[in-house]
């Protein structure tokens, strides 16, 4: 058995996102990306070395960047696990060929859940390792990762029946990156809630599970269930032109939590963000940025400099990013 570091960094995009990952490659981290070598939809750059501490950076498409891969050689499967358990205990497998060697070579590593989870869910902070087999006596992995997600992707069970619109995965996964990042617990009962652009009412009903009351702003109503929640008040309103007093007197406080869906120009957002910035409210945002053609990658970095936030793109996000800001 032979075990090699290998210089640069490889990046695992989100599910459908590997031709985002390779133009903001190009485009917004200003790489050349001609040096490549792709192993199914994972990415190695053996010119460019990404860091955590985002000196060197990760792409936000990027699910997980392996930041200090190493090549492994073994003549079985049992080898092949032992080399990975002498390094760390969790590795979470990625597979494009040999899926069945793969597969055995797994069920000889400790369990880690590979299947989708019940919100709410704490992520560990431990960096989950990574391992692929490139062919049937080599693997390429890493232990330390970007991410403590196996794969860099959360997930979680679906419910097809009560939520109004899909869009309720979208805050459970913002909400659990949010504890993670920042410690805050999420919303509970008695959190003041106020949510831009709330129809048809996902993310309203997740607020609602966890207790909290709402303020749900649209030009249109929500689901009728939730317009019958007393959890749930609801103006018929363009978002954007109230002011915080007008939020606040809904309340009856000041909010803790505000969140936005909204469809429009990342500009108006980030000029809507600094509004309730500048109220000297003290409150924690999500936000979705919204995308009008191609990523506009100078709003998102408007939005990274903004102190205490973080700009992500989540597992159940589409051609947009997502803006989570501590304020509190």
Known sequence: MEIEKI???????FPECKAFMLDEFASRLGVDINSRKEYGDLVYLPGYSANSDGSTSIPYFCATALLEPFIVKFNSIGEAASALKG??????????????????IQEKLPYVPLK???FPVKIPQSPMGFYTLLDEHT???SANTS???????????????????????KIQEALTLFNHFFGDDLPSPNSLCFEAGACPGGWTYVLTLLGARVFAVDRSPLADSLMKNPLVTFSAHD???????DVRDALGGDPEWILSDVICYPERLL????TWLESGI???????????????????????????????HLHYNKHELTFLMRNR
Request: charged residues 15%.
């Open 239 to 245: 978002a954007f032109t109230l002011k915080p007093s």
């Open 282 to 312: 003290k409150f924690n945002m999500i936000c979705t940025i919204k995308m009008q053609g191609g990523i506009n990658w100078q709003a998102a970095k408007e939005f990274a400099s903004l102190p205490n936030s973080k700009v992500v």
């Open 116 to 118: 989708p989870r019940n």
């Open 271 to 274: 000029q809507w963000v600094k």
């Open 139 to 141: 693997i390429l992995a």
């Open 87 to 104: 390094i760390q205990r969790s590795w979470a497998p990625y597979a494009f060929t040999n899926y069945r060697r793969q597969t055995l």
């Open 7 to 13: 210089s640069g960094s490889a990046f695992l995009p």
């Open 147 to 169: 991410s403590s997600i196996p794969l860099g992707t959360l997930s979680f069970e679906e419910d097809h029946e009560n939520p109004p619109s899909r869009a309720y995965l």
